[in-house]
């Protein structure tokens, strides 16, 4: 074990191992104080309401952290519509070692990324014999700013720690290529099954690897291509290439399905109603030049960009097409240079499980989607540059001053993106910085406006939501979140009358269920408020009818029959909506209904197990009484 992974770290063999391990290891250390100082900013940072709730915040089994019961949850869960068992159990340490403080999350991520940047320096050196190419990629993966959205978005966990896995079964890889065997190929498909298990984005390793065969490992016979140099492993067959990455296509088609299922459950899948066939293949070509345009000039990154509801126009969508065509035609012609095709194949086929032809979520594009996909484009022009300027360098005598003309536009580039990407990190300092960036970069956001509309209704700042709901109703009239989220202003107002026609209005006009049953939801509480239990009663069972986890309509049901005085109802229906979303708010009602149930002890161990966690008494009881109050 020890002299494999010396050989991982090794270049050549004709190099003393113990210097070529100081190097790599200076050279990794180099990139992990760039990380640093890039994603400075991210210690300041706090969660935010995108996710951040359902992933950490509000989620009480990744608060109990790491015990035998949630990692039974953890593998069994659909929660926040995806399967990523271990991406759960992720935060549920991070939350045992640092509780709720953002710090220690967010410095997590950044140490993930840091060791994605090492782990991928030493796999391209190792795959390509080129060392500072390779530094250089590495360099760019880990202060480039589309990568921002990954590290410092504390629910992106899975992205970084996904990437990790599937870097080590590359790494690995590249060993196994070089001298086939068995074990080296388990070593691989087991990082690969591990990385699905904390993201499915990495659905693509055996795409990749097949890429990898072609360059720089060499490894396949007959493709009729030129070839700049010998390689050091074993050639085979087209057939026996692809027929190696059987069990790996196992693996991913396996994934996909559990995925699809994860999403479906969480209603995350758009419909082909919302969003056509024809959209969606338009949508995706002009995704791909935009993905293209923000590696090279990443300015005005939004963390949501919202999905066109109508067809792009016609020059838009050829252009895109005829761009794509253009380049795709171009690298494959470039035989000499297999880095080419690699790369863009990379960036094109890494980006289709997430181009949008199964929409999921409401976005058109997402800078997350880039953390792996970029990596293509980045080998691809650093390769093609330092080839490039080759014959150039050739021509200056002096060694200082070839030195100086690679080293100054490299520190250049590198000094850019810093700077960009520690800007970045600041636009994700809390909820309401975020949003408002998003705003300013695209004032039609009507998603923007509904979410820090959303922010602001539950931090009291009624007047200031009610100007952005109007916004968004302005610009975009069938916008139903808007209306729900003005219902909810009224309801907060006192204005009960009110808030019952917007939830009317928005339960008439949309066939969205999970739409309709927050509305049903929302309505049963007004009714409540008004003192109408029985309304109240009929309208959470409707709710439930049409989204049987609606938490808060269980919990409408138990505050109800704890009014009642019907205890055993009441204790039942928390247990019911505290299964499907864990709080401390739920387990405080929880609790005095059993000690007016007479269940004294169970009771306090409840309310001792709240205080043993650090958690913010008075904020958990204030939710309670909100809860209790239907508010």
Known sequence: MADFLLNLVTQKDGEAASAVLRRNILLSLLLVALVAVAYLPVVHNDFIGLDDHDYIISNAHVHEGLNAQN????????????????TWLSHALDCQLFGLNPVGHHATSVLLHAINAVLLFLLLQSATGSRWRSLFVAALFAVHPLNVESVAWASERKNVLSMMFLLLATWVYVRYARRPRLSLYGLVALLFAVGLLCKPQIITLPFLLLLLDVWPLRRVDGLGLQDRGTSECPRFTPGKIVL??????????????????????????????LYSPLLRVETAADSYVRYLGKTFWPVHL?????????????????????????????VLMAKSRRYLAVGWLWFL???????????????????????????????????????????????????????????????????????????????????????????????????????????????????????LYRTSLSSYPYDLN??????????RQGDQHGAMLAYSYV?????????????????????????????AR?????????????????FGLAVIAHKQGKLDVAVRQYGRALFIQPGYAGFLLLARALEEQGNIAEARAIREGIAKRGTDLPAAQREADRLWAGK
């Open 71 to 86: 990692v039974r949850w953890a593998f069994t869960t659909f929660d926040a519509a995806n399967y990523h068992p271990l």
């Open 244 to 273: 190696e990455k059987v069990p790996l296509l196992v693996l991913s088609a396996a994934s996909a399905v559990i995925t699809m299922k994860a999403q479906q459950a969480g209603r995350a899948v758009q419909s082909l109603a």
């Open 302 to 330: 939004a963390g949501y960009y919202p999905h066109p509801e109508g067809l792009y126009p016609l020059w838009q969508v050829l252009g895109a097409c005829a761009l794509l065509a253009l380049i795709t035609v171009a």
């Open 349 to 467: 086929g890494t980006l289709v499980p997430m181009i949008g032809l199964v929409q999921v979520g409401r976005q058109s594009i997402a800078d997350r989607y880039m953390y792996l996909s970029g990596i293509g484009v980045l080998v691809a022009v650093v390769w093609l540059v330092a080839e490039a300027v080759q014959p150039l360098l050739c021509r200056i005598g002096n060694g200082r001053a070839r030195v100086a003309a690679v080293a100054i536009p490299v520190l250049v580039v590198l000094c850019l993106c810093c700077a960009f990407t520690y800007r970045q990190v600041g636009y994700w300092h809390d909820t309401e910085t975020f949003w408002t960036h998003d705003l300013a970069l695209e004032g039609s956001n009507y998603v923007a406006n509904d979410a820090l509309g959303n922010y602001l209704v539950e931090a009291g700042r009624l007047n200031e939501a009610v100007t």
């Open 482 to 491: 808007a209306r729900l989220g003005m219902g909810v202003v009224e309801s």
């Open 507 to 535: 339960i008439q006009l949309t066939a969205n269920s999970a739409l309709r049953a927050e509305a049903f939801s929302d309505l049963g509480s007004a009714y409540r408020q008004l003192g109408d239990l029985e309304q």
């Open 538 to 554: 009929q309208c959470y069972e409707a709710a439930l009818e049409l989204d049987p986890k609606l938490a808060n309509a269980f």
